[in-house]
């Protein structure tokens, strides 16, 4: 798989700070790169890992940059292979023509994420570290930002193995009591066995577990900001975020479509959603608005209803549509004096005008999803979608499994719904490798003797 050619690509964000990274991987890498770049002594008796100062030279001997190149000698390298790093000026074109020069001397352009694939395939890192590095870039809050360095450092790697070995043990015993029903293998069916099998999905319930916590850390809280038109929700996106995001006007309608920001709220990211006010519409562009506002309040983790407690009015939302999810209801221009209608109706009383009670807000937030350290910061393990998938089928088949072995009928049955159980958990990490469990069934049982 591993693809043999060298690649380089530029690893900094074009046009941004004073310096840009451009990574050279593969095995030609030194030996190309060399090519380009005039040192002292050369690049290719650099000591590995030692920052060299020179200049890129084009094919004609013209500087194109004067450079910092850094050599990792495979397999001591992000990549596991040759890597070549070289620190050039951040212009947007200098780093370019960088790049062009290196492309010209034999590399190919990286596709994206190639870097991390082949520190993959090199077995630097499993497929949860890779994912790691992804959300550890997009990470929008601390706690996120510790969720993802947990699963860099491989922790969710290491209990998706864990749990798979545990299996592999079942599998081989299953196995060769199948294959080898004359051999005297201790019958550890029954009990022991089954305790195996629970063990495994206890702790892939564990992990399924933290799901929901998984997505909220990658997506933020849904938080849908909704109410009737010019109740002041937009000026709550605002106010919340700290700058003029959405546009505000006396105007009733002045939102059409949906404005989304993530804010930080204790850590936990939370993804604010501004509606267009819901009414009785002849407008379409409205009523589109309308529609979107009413499928956002359908979706959302948290509902923030806003209304405009100066005036008589109604609540947007019935008792039947709230019955069950976490809402908070936002009683805003509170500088204005407060009507009776809301006198009774609790909430928590705002200002965007004066910016009064949106940290009062801030905190019902957190009470409301129970978002505080003590409960999110002690397990920063937090699954993603695709973990979620494989651990819902692994346990699937376990269920299957474990009905089988009860039964006591249908062992080979038994025997297939384990080792897809195996290799679901396995895909977590990308580590699915059946050689693995054959040698698991003779190393352990010593059959053939
Ligand atoms: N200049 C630079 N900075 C960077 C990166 C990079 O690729 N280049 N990284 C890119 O994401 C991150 C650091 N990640 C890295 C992980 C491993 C190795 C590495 O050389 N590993 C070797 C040696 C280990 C050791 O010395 O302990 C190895 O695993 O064998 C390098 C960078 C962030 N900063
Ligand atoms: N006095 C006072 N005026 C406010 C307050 N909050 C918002 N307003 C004003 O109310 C009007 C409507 O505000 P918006 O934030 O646009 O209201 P909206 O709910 O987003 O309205 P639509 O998008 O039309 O549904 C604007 O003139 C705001 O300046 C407040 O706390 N006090
Ligand atoms: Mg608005």
Redesign the pocket.
Known sequence: MITGDTVAAI?TAPGVGAVS?I?VSGPDAISLSAKALRCKGGLESQPE?YAVLGKVLNADGDVVDEVLA?V?QG????T?ED?V?F?CHGGVLVTRRVLERLLECGARSADPGE??RRAFENG?LDLTQAEA?MDLISAQTDMAMRAAHEQLQGKLGDQSEALRETLLGVVAHVEAYIDFPDEDIDPDTGAAMLKRVDDVQLGIQKMLSTAEQGRILREGVRTVICGEPNVGKSSLLNGLLGYERAIVSDIEGTTRDTVEEVINVKGIPVRLIDTAGVRESTDQIEQQGIVRSEKQIELADLILEVVDGSKPGQRLLTEEQINGRHHLLVVNKTDLGQDNVWGGAGGVQISCLDENGLDGLADAISDELLLSESTWGGHAMAINARHQDCLKKAGEFLSHARESLVLNTGIEFASIDLREALNSIGEIAGRVDTEEILGEIFGSFCIGK
């Open positions: 690893a990274l990574r890992r850094t990792f397999p001591r390298s992000f596991g890597v790093e620190a870097f991390s630097k590095i």
